[in-house]
């Protein structure tokens, strides 16, 4: 099964690298038909007009062949308008990739993935990390070794700790998954050498919605991500799965979406037309391009059998708002359908209308000079400031869950000895190329690597063969080594073997052979564990082992394993914030992956440990998933993290009455009370009424914020609550969120972490008020202005 695994996984990379080469000598300038006659010469070249005049312009010049051809993702040149080909497809999840490397472009910066960089809680670095990718996706582009269009972030909630994907995602929560969508894209989208009329390049956030289940078998039944339809209640859909794309449209202004292969209550994504117009258009403001996955619209007729017949299956995609799709079946079937009488050249003329727009707007068809023309390889790729950014990057984020006796930092003379232990020393060039380009300089830096070069004598040895394997065989030299140094890092956790696009994780816990790899060393001296992974494991065996002094949660850094270094020796404090509830392992065993409903209760679905025969199977419980809704005692909560230092949370000011959808504030004082700098990351979270009960969340995440300071030093830290905040969909079909009025609990930090010395504070009950004139309003103005007085 390696095998097979390890042939499917290059051979994919194989052919996303090969379709990469169809895009070398496209430049802007090579491909750009308004910089030569006759074209120069057309409306739709003339910048002094509307957007929408010279798309008009362009239509007109297209015959309806034309206008069809160009609905694929690999859209043909158009001589009659001097269009090149172009291909609609290239990736960004942590460095452009689907780029053609040549000895003149050989390689691209390398971030950490979202799971880490969210843990970070800094939209400060997400901003400045979409816009190194989005300045080098330009520099391609202006090389001729890339086309404009990339398809990141991926917003999908973490809901599920065993989803494949969820290395690509900032964690399980809406507000922060949003809050990283939008800076990301921002950053990406522009640039400041430009004045705001063009995009640097173009983000897409996907995939549109709810698609967190890739390949699961439960029970002795299979369901794939192209034939899966998820049963979720309006509640759970607009509080939870579309909250980040809102965000991302709304805030972040992207200019394209990617429509998911997964149905929703038997309505494939890229034909819900609710989804994609009533909802993204018509309700946020929407204004950029659709796009499916790839083969999406072929799972509408042949996996999900919504249409008849590949004609039908044209029209309700092209109905439904998809404007592009990935792979060739629109083109191929489109013709038919015309002829049929299912769809009309203006609805074609609708859907080509978008992509044309964003189109224009990355300059695609401007006669004249743009200052992000300059953006260029040598001068903006792989730069000392972007190895920094990226390095820094997970300095910033890597999340300390346990530290007793001071196992971290370490403190180190200049001739000890630190053995570094464990199967995921080594990851490096398969997990970095995993929606990822070649790094810089073609450094796949592993942790060994890493920390051999700063701690001369460093010795190895993986003690187990893999993250999955319970073979023993290795562990007396992993022991005999660790006996003969200074210091032990453990290095432990999970990689794409064991969870990725196209297979989902079947269990939470660490493998046998690594528990015995940890029981062997820590038997007989301290050690400190750097869990890599993006599925949230049982981290019990590591916190309960009064051995293990420190546990270091890195999710999964790429190639940037010297920021987890720097934290490891103390050259940065810990602020990382774990963006996923850690669950005990009973929890995989009472809800399936199947089960999309976010409130506990009855599930719909077998328990995953029913044993043949499944005939017989009772279904599970729901618990609740993620800290929102999660009626169990988690092993660790989201939110969870400690540092080097210590705080202290004061309160300042804070409102006791509030109108809702209006903004509210609270000021709280941040003191580091400890003996080093160190940054903080201050969450501030409400508890609405009636909290855990009739469907409502225990708490939410509603601001954040991160605040460095030096020793003793004192900052005032201003949370703002989401203003939609106090809005929530009332019952399982209301279609639409409401306010909520009522007494809001709201807290400042994570009390699990107060022992530890992490600031944390009780603000106490804020009276939620419907405005005056709402249905049910009560004088609210006079009450606020009494309770402010």
Not at 179 to 195: K, M, N, T
Request: proline share 7%; charged share 20%; with cysteine.
């Amino acid at each position: 099964m390696l095998f097979f695994f390890f042939f499917f996984f290059f051979f994919f990379q194989e052919v996303v690298l090969a379709g990469a080469h169809l895009v070398n000598n496209n430049n802007n300038n090579n491909n750009n038909p308004c910089v030569s006659q006759p074209y120069s010469g057309y409306p739709f070249c003339d910048e002094a007009l509307g957007l929408d005049e010279r798309i008009d312009d362009m239509l007109a010049r297209m015959s309806v062949e034309e206008k069809i051809s160009q609905l694929d993702t690999t859209s043909p040149g158009v001589p009659s308008l001097g269009l090149a080909a172009y291909n609609w497809w290239s990736e960004a999840t942590h460095g452009i990739s689907h780029v053609n490397n040549t000895p003149e472009t050989p390689w691209e910066s390398n971030f950490a993935f979202p799971i880490t960089a969210a843990m970070s809680f800094n939209r400060s670095l997400w901003r400045a990390t979409g816009a190194q990718i989005g300045r080098e996706a330009r520099a391609f582009m202006n090389a001729g070794a890339g086309y404009s269009s990339f398809w990141a972030p991926v917003v999908n909630l973490a809901r599920e700790p065993r989803w494949g994907r969820n290395i690509e995602t900032p964690g399980e929560d809406p507000v922060l998954s949003g809050e990283y969508a939008a800076q990301f894209v921002r950053g990406f989208e522009r640039s400041s050498l430009d004045d705001g009329a063009h995009l640097q390049a173009s983000a897409c956030c996907k995939h549109f919605a709810a698609n967190s289940m890739d390949k699961s078998t439960v029970a002795g039944v299979t369901y794939t991500r192209h034939n899966f339809s998820a049963t979720i209640d309006d509640r759970d859909l607009l509080d939870s799965y579309l909250k980040p794309f809102e965000t991302c449209v709304r805030v972040g202004q992207v200019s394209g979406l990617m429509c998911s292969y997964n149905a929703i209550d038997g309505v494939p994504s890229c034909a819900n037309d609710w989804l994609l117009t009533d909802t993204a258009r018509d309700a946020w403001g929407f204004d950029g391009y659709v796009t499916s996955d790839c083969d999406a619209v072929k799972d509408v007729w042949d996996e999900h059998h919504y249409a008849r017949t590949p004609e039908q299956t044209v029209g309700v995609v092209l109905g439904a708002g998809t404007d592009v799709d990935c792979t060739a079946f629109v083109g191929a079937h489109a013709m038919y359908a015309l002829d049929e009488g299912i769809i009309t050249e203006t609805l074609v003329d609708a859907r080509l209308r978008n992509l044309l727009r964003v189109r224009m707007r990355l300059g695609h068809f401007d006669s004249s000079p743009s200052p992000l023309d300059g953006i260029s390889f040598d001068k903006d790729v792989c730069t000392e400031e972007a190895k920094e950014l990226a390095r820094d990057g997970v300095r910033q984020s890597v999340a300390l869950l346990k530290n007793t006796a001071r196992g971290l930092p370490l403190v180190l003379g200049p001739d000890d000895r630190v053995a570094l232990v464990g199967p995921t020393a080594r990851l490096a060039e398969t997990t970095a190329r995993y929606y990822g380009g070649t790094p810089c300089g073609k450094d796949y830096t592993t942790l060994l690597d890493a920390l051999s070069a700063v701690v001369a004598d460093t010795t190895y040895a993986p003690g187990v063969p893999s993250v999955s394997s319970d073979s023993l065989d290795g562990i007396p030299e992993a022991v005999e080594l660790a006996a003969k140094a200074r210091a032990v890092v453990l290095a432990l956790g999970t990689d794409l073997t064991l969870a990725m696009e196209g297979r989902d994780a079947v269990n939470i816990t660490f493998s046998a052979g690594q528990l015995a790899l940890v029981e062997a060393i820590a038997a007989t001296r301290d050690v400190v564990a750097v869990v890599f992974t993006a599925t949230p494991l049982d981290l019990r065996p590591l916190l309960g082992n009064p051995n293990v002094t420190a546990v270091l949660h890195v999710g999964q850094p790429s190639v940037q394993t010297p920021g987890i270094v720097d934290v490891v020796l103390g050259l940065k404090s810990p602020a990382g914030r774990l963006v996923q509830t850690v669950y005990p392992a009973e929890y995989q065993d009472a809800i399936s992956i199947f089960d999309f409903s976010m409130r506990p209760g009855p599930s719909e679905w077998p328990r995953p440990d029913c044993p043949p025969p499944y005939s017989s199977c009772r279904n599970g419980t729901n618990p609740g998933r993620t800290y929102r809704f999660y009626a169990g005692t988690p092993v660790l909560p989201f939110g969870f993290g400690l540092s080097y230092s210590t705080f202290e949370y004061e309160l300042v000011r804070r409102p006791n009455v509030a109108l809702v959808g209006q903004q509210v504030a609270f000021a709280i004082n941040v003191t580091n009370t400890g003996a080093i700098e160190a940054d903080d990351v201050v969450l501030g979270f409400l508890a609405p009424p009636g909290a855990g009960r009739e469907g409502m969340p225990l708490k939410s995440l509603v601001a954040f914020d991160r605040v460095t300071l030096a020793p003793g030093q004192t900052r005032t830290v201003w949370l703002y609550p989401d203003l939609s905040a106090f809005t929530f969909a009332k019952t399982p079909k209301s279609r639409r969120l409401e306010p909520v009025p009522g007494t809001y609990r709201f807290t400042v930090g994570v009390p699990e972490t107060r022992e530890f010395g992490m600031g944390f504070l009780d603000a106490g009950d804020l009276l939620a008020l419907l405005p005056d004139g709402h249905s049910g309003g009560n004088n609210a103005a006079a009450a606020v202005a009494a309770a402010a007085g």
